[in-house]
């Protein structure tokens, strides 16, 4: 059993990063060996839209050809047994660097003859996602960030898509005085860290945990 987690953040070691690793960290109790790719130590761009992973009886079919530190990353992700991406909410969607793994991920697999079917014939048997934000739980529906989660379980609906973790009003800084970031109080961001990221992690554990058991 491989569990693969792909890190959309650029933070290392902040709240996405904290919550994939204990995503992984319920895997590995079930013997899974896991694997954490930071997309930000990798050089790649978006998908070029060159077509090559759709031509007819073509090498590539249903896969990337872009060759850059990315393609050795989705050549092993096609292999794995479960995949989990996290990505912190920027501008009410997912990062940069997250949007152009998703773009050359799943572009290569589809089909544009009949969108309910897919190229991939890999080993990935349940997917998932974590995301991270400021904005509280309560405002989620109504700037659309629902809906914007029920667009990716969607993409992920060849991929056995499983669970969506959301962990709402995260740290942000250690030190809100050094920004200008008036309009969040410090002390209950940092209360919630203490009382309420603790549950989230514990929630990405259980996630990787079951997943394992695939």
Avoid at 24 to 29: N, P, R
Avoid at 96 to 117: I, N, V
Wanted: glycine share 6%; hydrophobic share 35%; net charge neutral.
């Amino acid at each position: 059993m491989k569990i693969i987690a792909v890190n959309g953040s650029p933070r290392k070691n902040w709240n996405t990063h904290i919550l994939l690793n204990k995503a992984l960290e319920g895997a590995q109790s079930e013997g899974a060996q896991t694997e954490l790719v930071n997309l930000y130590d990798l050089a790649y761009k978006g998908c070029i839209s060159c077509m090559a992973c759709k031509v007819k009886n073509g090498k590539s079919l249903g896969h990337c050809t872009v060759n850059d530190e990315l393609k050795p990353v989705l050549e092993t992700i096609e292999k794995c047994d479960g995949l989990i991406i996290g990505s912190p909410i920027y501008y009410s969607d997912v990062t940069a660097m997250t949007k152009g793994f998703l773009e050359r991920f799943l572009f290569q697999y589809l089909s544009y003859d009949d969108y309910s079917q897919t190229f991939y014939d890999g080993n990935i048997k349940k997917s998932a996602f974590i995301y991270t934000m400021n904005v509280p739980e309560s405002m989620t529906d109504q700037i659309g960030y629902n809906a914007l989660f029920e667009k990716y379980k969607m993409m992920f609906r060849h991929f056995g898509y499983d669970q969506t973790i959301v962990s709402t009003e995260t740290l942000q800084v250690n030190d809100y005085s050094k920004y200008h970031m008036a309009s969040f109080n410090e002390a209950e961001r940092k209360e919630r860290r203490e009382k309420v990221f603790p549950a989230d992690c514990q929630k990405a554990y259980d996630l990787g945990k079951s997943m394992a058991k695939v």
